[in-house]
């Protein structure tokens, strides 16, 4: 089985900046292709960012230059650095483990292993 918890959500004005962590609890958790997801109240569940288990990474249109995932393997932890952060980033946001590569990185269906979300709340 593997778990996932993510820490390190709040409130932020926009133009901050907040770093998001997940930790996982799986001995081999780098052979696992990782992603960010959120969800804003009456949306959607959209993919943010995805990190392989190469190190390939994948961003959403909307966050691609003021985002950055990134992934402590040693530690079985993942990261979402959010800078520059708008309004529209406001969701809760949950990261995800496929043990192997999804089809498609931004489908959410594909993912085995969920995380139980942070809230982010972006202020302006």
């Known amino acids: 089985q593997v778990q996932l918890a993510e820490y390190g959500g709040g409130s932020e004005q926009a133009g901050g900046s907040l ?29 943010v960012a995805v990190i392989d288990s190469d190190g390939t990474t994948m961003y959403a249109d909307s966050v691609k230059g003021r985002f950055t995932i990134s992934r402590d393997n040693a530690q079985s932890t993942l990261y979402l650095q959010m800078n520059s952060l708008k309004p529209e980033d406001t969701a809760m946001y949950y990261c995800a483990a496929h043990r192997f590569r999804p ?20 202020s302006s």
């Open 103 to 122: 089809t498609r990185w931004s489908n959410h269906e594909e993912y085995n292993y969920w995380g139980q979300g942070t809230q982010v709340t972006v």
């Open 19 to 47: 770093r998001l962590s997940c930790v996982v609890t799986r001995r081999d958790y780098s052979e696992y292709c990782m992603g960010w997801f959120r969800q804003a109240p009456g949306k959607e569940r959209e993919g």
